[in-house]
């Protein structure tokens, strides 16, 4: 199971590019509005999540990775939500990925992940990542999956779907949604 937080202010594109993407690959996803069902992005688009933070207990067990779509304020309230903070801790002691895109990838650096890793984000916030800055768009290190922004979300996509299904189902999606 992947869940793919939503909080009020989330950047759409950094959210919804992955879901659309990885439901293509047969991936069970589950978007997870923080404290509610309906919740609106950055730029005025409301989502209704599959299901609220209120409701997670019931997957935990079975989470293979966790992601977290940038914005503002979405960032700040993704951080300041304990469903979702637990939810984080919970995969990185278990050794699941964490993805994180724009400025979500703080979130990490605030809470101590990304120590002895390499990461991006959102030009701006490299001094709250608390580790080595990648030169890439996208950079995976150990466990962590992290991306610089808007620009890259199907970049950003292809990785998570390489690091869950493997390299040609990535190609394989590309070539479906005629990427290059």
Request: proline content about 3%; aromatic content about 6%.
């Amino acid at each position: 199971m992947i869940l793919l937080f939503l909080a009020d202010g989330f950047e759409e594109t950094e959210a919804l590019v992955p879901v659309d993407l990885l439901r293509r690959t047969k991936c069970e996803i589950k978007t997870v509005g923080v404290g509610k069902k309906e919740i609106t992005g950055s730029h005025g688009i409301s989502v209704i999540a599959d299901i609220t933070t209120e409701e997670l207990a019931s997957y935990s067990d079975s989470v293979e990775m966790v992601i977290l779509p940038g914005g503002m304020p979405g960032t700040l309230n993704l951080e300041a939500s304990k469903e979702v903070k637990k939810t984080v801790l919970d995969a990185f002691q278990n050794g699941n990925f964490i993805a994180a895109i724009c400025a979500a990838p703080s979130v990490l650096g605030h809470w101590n992940l990304l120590k002895n890793q390499t990461a991006v984000c959102y030009p701006g916030y490299e001094k709250d990542l608390g580790c080595k800055i990648g030169s890439e768009s996208v950079v995976c290190s150990g466990q962590f999956i992290t991306a610089k922004g808007a620009g890259v979300a199907l970049d950003f996509s292809f990785q998570l779907i390489e690091a869950l299904c493997g390299s040609k189902k990535a190609l394989d999606v590309k070539k479906s949604i005629q990427c290059r």
